[in-house]
């Protein structure tokens, strides 16, 4: 069935409260049989409730069919938690630990089988998803190289403001704004959920490249 709408969410960061809010905008408003709902990364980290996040997108990928990609924040936990090398793992842990993985470790309250679980889905998220007008990334990739010769690093930690220059609007998060913003092909919707800001809903219409924001929650 060709779907009538993409509904692009990012940087949830743990934050519960807000996706929540935004699931009821997204469920009232839209229909996962005729739109399609796409989760742009970071879901853990900073935040107090990691977990359960995870558990919910873990549910809406399973029932509903949503695509849900890995950004940085996945792939922190992840190499924190799989090197065999104990220098470079306590490295790794070190660099999770300093950028909210404490709080992430916190939400499981001591649930191993769970986060080891929640861990081996994380590790197995693509890293961008494309269809006829638009690019789905965590971060901003680098410009004019096809995604399938794209850098795992760049589309994950990638931040400029450059033409990407791949013929289609870049949907991605990573890097806060104030508002959902158009720079160039790259349309940002990461507004800064964890810092206080929002948690920003984008509807993108699948069959013409045109946008708009649903809801700031």
């Not at 739109?35 to 742009?40: G, H």
């Not at 269809?131 to 190289?145: D, K, L």
């Not at 959920?193 to 948690?199: C, E, I, N, Q």
């Amino acid at each position: 069935m060709t779907k009538r709408y993409i509904i692009a969410i990012s940087d949830i960061h743990g934050c519960w409260d807000k996706f929540s809010n935004a699931l009821n905008v997204y469920q009232t408003e839209f229909n996962p049989q005729e739109d399609q709902l796409i989760l742009l990364g970071d879901y853990i980290d900073r935040g107090p409730d990691s977990r359960r996040v995870v558990q919910t997108i873990m549910h809406l990928q399973a029932q509903q069919g949503a695509i849900v990609l890995g950004g940085n924040h996945e792939d922190l936990c992840v190499k924190a938690n799989s090197s065999t090398d104990p220098i470079e793992q306590n490295l790794d842990m070190q660099r999770w630990m300093r950028n909210g993985g404490a709080q992430t470790l916190a939400s499981y309250e001591g649930r191993q089988a769970e986060l080891d679980h929640h861990i081996a889905w994380m590790r197995s998220l693509p890293k961008y998803y494309e269809t006829e007008h638009y690019i789905f990334t965590h971060a901003s990739p680098s410009p004019g190289v096809p995604m399938g010769e794209q850098r795992d690093v760049d589309i994950i930690w990638g931040r400029h403001t450059d033409l990407v220059g791949l013929g289609k609007i870049n949907v991605h998060g990573h890097t806060p704004v104030d508002e959902v913003v158009l720079i160039k092909d790259q349309l940002f919707i990461d507004t800064g959920a964890v810092f206080d800001g929002k948690l920003s809903i984008v509807a993108l219409d699948a069959e013409h490249p045109e946008w708009r924001v649903i809801a700031e929650v």
